[in-house]
């Protein structure tokens, strides 16, 4: 059975500095690893998809990278704003699974002080 | 613009009574997902329609159901909702099943039990 994990659960940062979440998975058999934002009380965000043969994905200050092998992915996060504040998720889609059954880390919530 | 629009945001019950939360999409993807999330929690998938074919998860309660009369809405209908139902919902959808597809969500509906 596929776990994901993200350590820490929270993390706060000042304004400015360059910060890593950390996504662990169990299982290397994936499709992809999606990266989530969720602002309070809202839905999930898609930021970044990096299908199981790339090694990373950009998109403006955010880089998703993955290793399959370790069982890791990171997302950094250049510069960092009061506006990154929200709780990021990473979601893996097992291979053994027709049904697009993918399986979610608790996230790691992000503040960014000014 | 809004493409998985779910209806309510906030969504107050009593205890035991039925309730319908709705979930509509502009994208014609043929899968859309129902996931339950908790305070500080991985979203919980529920179950998932690949177009017309239901699929439910096996520890999902009895208690909730689903309708999906076409492509574009899907209801989460909750029989006799308990305390412990009080939980954001979140609908997603995707083009397909199995090929790495990312998740598209929507807001949410915040379900509040009285």
């Known amino acids: 059975k596929q776990e994901v994990t993200q350590i820490p659960a929270a993390l706060s940062v000042p304004e400015g500095e360059n910060l890593v979440l950390n996504c662990s998975f169990t299982d290397s058999a994936i499709y992809n690893l999606q990266w989530f934002r969720q602002d309070p009380g809202k839905g999930l965000t898609s930021l970044l998809l990096i299908q199981s043969s790339q090694r990373e994905q950009t998109s403006g200050r955010l880089n998703a990278s993955l290793d399959k092998s370790s069982g890791r992915s990171t997302l950094y996060i250049a510069a960092s704003q009061p506006g990154d504040s929200a709780t990021y998720l990473c979601a893996v889609l097992p291979l053994n699974t027709n049904a697009g059954k993918s399986t979610f880390g608790d996230g790691t919530t992000l503040t960014v002080k000014p | 613009d809004a493409m998985v629009i779910q209806n309510p945001r906030y969504q107050v019950t009593q205890f035991g009574k039925p309730v319908t939360l709705s979930c509509s999409q502009t994208l014609n993807h043929n899968v859309m997902y129902w996931y339950q999330q908790k305070s500080s929690q991985a979203p919980k998938l529920l179950f998932h329609y690949y177009d017309k074919d239901f699929n439910n998860e096996a520890d999902t309660p009895d208690n909730f159901q689903s309708r999906r009369p076409n492509t574009s809405f899907c209801f989460l209908d909750i029989r006799s909702p308990g305390l412990g139902d009080a939980a954001m919902y979140l609908c997603?959808?995707?083009?397909?099943?199995?090929?790495?597809?990312?998740?598209?969500f929507g807001d949410g509906t915040r379900l509040s039990i009285l």
């Open positions: 997603a959808t995707s083009r397909d099943l199995g090929e790495g597809q990312p998740q598209h």
